[in-house]
């Protein structure tokens, strides 16, 4: 679908964006012809806001070096070997989460029946409970 009257088509939310990027000299010098070739070759290209946008410059000797972190939501499809990583990804996330709240779970229950003086197993003591005693207690 293309604009042919150049009022229409320098509306195209792309142009107009492209548009408000360059000096007001050069905006009115586009043909609509140029104007259809950028968004054509521009197009594609996503020029969404991500929730991170931390960008930065290296000089190391003669050279720069530029290093771009970028995240946030994916809106685009996933293949099926992303697909595949990003559901093993969570297994572990799920996993190790799992195993940490059930750990802590346990030293808060340990810590609790040494607080209160219950001896499970007569002369044997794993001595957390007298390390937190010494760490946090005195």
């Given at each position: 679908?293309?604009?042919?009257?150049?009022?229409?088509?320098?509306?195209?939310?792309?142009?107009?964006?492209?548009?408000a990027?360059?000096?007001?000299?050069?905006?009115?010098?586009?043909?609509?012809?140029?104007?259809?070739?950028?968004?054509?070759?521009?197009g594609?290209?996503?020029?969404?806001?991500?929730?991170?946008?931390?960008?930065?410059?290296?000089?190391?000797?003669?050279?720069?070096?530029?290093?771009v972190?970028?995240?946030g939501?994916?809106?685009?499809?996933l293949?099926?070997?992303?697909?595949?990583?990003?559901?093993?990804?969570?297994?572990?996330?799920v996993?190790?989460?799992i195993?940490l709240?059930?750990?802590?779970?346990?030293?808060?229950?340990?810590?609790t029946?040494?607080?209160?003086?219950?001896?499970?197993?007569?002369?044997f003591?794993?001595?957390?409970?007298?390390?937190?005693?010494?760490s946090f207690?005195?």
């Amino acid at each position: 679908m293309h604009e042919t009257a150049s009022g229409d088509l320098r509306e195209d939310p792309f142009v107009r964006g492209l548009l408000a990027k360059l000096p007001a000299s050069a905006r009115a010098t586009f043909s609509d012809e140029q104007l259809l070739a950028l968004k054509a070759a521009l197009g594609g290209r996503a020029w969404g806001v991500h929730a991170v946008d931390i960008r930065w410059t290296l000089k190391f000797w003669r050279w720069r070096y530029y290093f771009v972190l970028l995240a946030g939501r994916n809106r685009r499809e996933l293949s099926r070997r992303e697909r595949e990583v990003a559901r093993m990804a969570m297994a572990l996330f799920v996993a190790g989460f799992i195993t940490l709240s059930t750990l802590l779970g346990l030293l808060v229950l340990y810590l609790t029946k040494s607080a209160l003086g219950i001896d499970l197993l007569p002369g044997f003591s794993l001595g957390i409970w007298g390390w937190f005693q010494d760490s946090f207690l005195r």
